[in-house]
């Protein structure tokens, strides 16, 4: 039984997503933390999903404090049918039902070739960034409010390939076509579903991956000049499950800073 829902100090709602339940997954770090905070910050009650670095789980709690909405955090292992299950249930229990998912958990491929790849990251990166999610939305599809949101978090390098990214393009790739079939398939209850692919985003994953001396060049590719930054997608993100974003499904908007 997942402990009752906690608010702390009653506040009153504001902003466009008061009163609205979502679910976003690895919300502790990077653009997942980027998306908590705008979305609480937009009235939202927001449950998010952390691995094992409950710290800064709570660093997210914490700046989420004072914000109009409100925000919890899960423990969960992204990968496998039954951890998602587990997941949209718990989210669902402390929040009295969801409007919202955002799958924004992913991981890299290792920056390896083809040739180099194993079955075992293989099956590692497409568990948790295309199977995870599938069934974190077929629990939404099945349980989510009428008129809610899905919003998947993807990449431009499913529009920009390059060498060693074969794992991490095409398990984002596929959940960008899992967007775009659950659009048609949930349309008649009024839920849209759309990707975010973010660009250059100034994230430990960008950094670990690229390494530091790439940075300035990456940069330079936007025609703004800088990297983005996790409130920057977490902008977009907040467009697309507001009731502005109500006429937009089946889409993949590139919050890439112009790079693609």
């Given at each position: 039984?997942?402990?009752?829902?906690?608010?702390?100090?009653?506040?009153?709602?504001?902003g466009r997503l008061a009163g609205k339940a979502a679910l976003v997954t690895g919300g502790s770090r990077g653009i997942g933390r980027g998306i908590v905070e705008?979305?609480?910050?937009?009235?939202?009650?927001?449950?998010?999903?952390?691995?094992?670095?409950?710290?800064?789980?709570?660093?997210?709690?914490?700046?989420?404090?004072?914000?109009?909405?409100?925000?919890?955090?899960?423990?969960?292992?992204?990968?496998?049918?039954?951890?998602?299950?587990?997941?949209?249930?718990?989210?669902?229990?402390?929040?009295?039902?969801?409007?919202?998912?955002?799958?924004?958990?992913?991981?890299?491929?290792?920056?390896?070739?083809?040739?180099?790849?194993?079955?075992?990251?293989?099956?590692?990166?497409?568990?948790?960034?295309?199977?995870?999610?599938?069934?974190?939305?077929?629990?939404?599809?099945?349980?989510?409010?009428?008129?809610?949101?899905?919003?998947?978090?993807?990449?431009?390098?499913?529009?920009?390939?390059?060498?060693?990214?074969?794992?991490?393009?095409?398990?984002?790739?596929?959940?960008?076509?899992?967007?775009?079939?659950?659009?048609?398939?949930?349309?008649?209850?009024?839920?849209?579903?759309?990707?975010?692919?973010?660009?250059?985003?100034?994230?430990?994953?960008?950094?670990?991956?690229?390494?530091?001396?790439?940075?300035?060049?990456?940069?330079?590719?936007?025609?703004?000049?800088?990297?983005?930054?996790?409130?920057?997608?977490?902008?977009?993100?907040?467009?697309?499950?507001?009731?502005?974003?109500?006429?937009?499904?089946?889409?993949?908007?590139?919050?890439?800073?112009?790079?693609?």
């Amino acid at each position: 039984m997942a402990a009752p829902f906690k608010r702390g100090k009653r506040r009153r709602p504001a902003g466009r997503l008061a009163g609205k339940a979502a679910l976003v997954t690895g919300g502790s770090r990077g653009i997942g933390r980027g998306i908590v905070e705008r979305l609480v910050a937009e009235g939202a009650t927001v449950v998010f999903s952390y691995n094992e670095n409950r710290a800064a789980a709570d660093d997210v709690l914490a700046a989420c404090g004072e914000l109009p909405g409100a925000a919890d955090a899960v423990q969960s292992e992204a990968g496998g049918v039954a951890s998602a299950e587990a997941l949209f249930a718990a989210a669902e229990e402390r929040l009295g039902g969801l409007d919202v998912l955002v799958n924004n958990v992913g991981i890299g491929g290792g920056m390896k070739t083809i040739s180099e790849t194993s079955e075992e990251l293989y099956d590692r990166v497409m568990d948790v960034n295309a199977k995870w999610p599938f069934f974190l939305m077929r629990e939404a599809a099945r349980r989510l409010r009428d008129g809610g949101r899905i919003v998947n978090v993807s990449t431009i390098n499913t529009a920009m390939p390059s060498t060693a990214i074969s794992l991490y393009a095409g398990s984002k790739g596929a959940i960008e076509q899992f967007a775009a079939v659950a659009a048609h398939e949930l349309g008649e209850r009024g839920i849209t579903v759309n990707s975010v692919s973010p660009g250059f985003t100034d994230t430990d994953l960008l950094r670990g991956s690229a390494g530091e001396d790439a940075l300035p060049h990456l940069a330079a590719q936007s025609p703004l000049g800088r990297l983005g930054e996790p409130p920057d997608v977490a902008a977009v993100v907040a467009f697309l499950v507001s009731e502005d974003g109500r006429w937009m499904t089946g889409q993949n908007l590139r919050a890439s800073g112009g790079v693609v």
